[in-house]
């Protein structure tokens, strides 16, 4: 069986922000505003479809995809940039791979306990985020 990602998370914590959002790109008021956000996850997983809605009061972003189907991916309303992403398991991690013209662009969601957590990667700057189930 795999692990399932299906909930309502609530962000608790997040580390380097800044960073992922400065290797993106973002700029200074954007940043400000971003940083202060509590973003809530709302996951749906069936077999081998996600979808993934993350909602805050400034931005909101909606993502769905199959494990292992490249699609395209806009990043709309957050640093616009297309790029080509597939998300793959790792034992039970979640990776996604966002190619484009950053180097090194992705994200990995696992659980631990009742948290999930999301890591950011842009570059050579990591952020890792922590959300509580609701
Ligand atoms: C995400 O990817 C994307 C959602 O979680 C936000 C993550 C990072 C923000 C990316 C770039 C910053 C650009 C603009 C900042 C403005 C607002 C921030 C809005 C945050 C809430 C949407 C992983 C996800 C899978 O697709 O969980």
Known sequence: MPVDFSGTWNLTSSDNFEGYMLALGIDFATRKIAKILKPQKVIEQEGNSFSIQTTST??????????????EEDNKGLDH???KSIVTWDNDK???VQTGDKKNRGW????EGDQLYLE???EDQVCTQVYKRA
Request: net charge positive; hydrophobic share 40%; with cysteine.
């Open 58 to 71: 400034f931005r909101s972003y909606f993502v769905q995809f199959k494990i292992g189907e490249e699609f």
């Open 81 to 83: 940039r297309k790029c």
């Open 94 to 96: 979640l990776v996604c």
């Open 120 to 122: 950011l990667r842009c």
């Open 108 to 111: 990995t969601h696992w659980i």
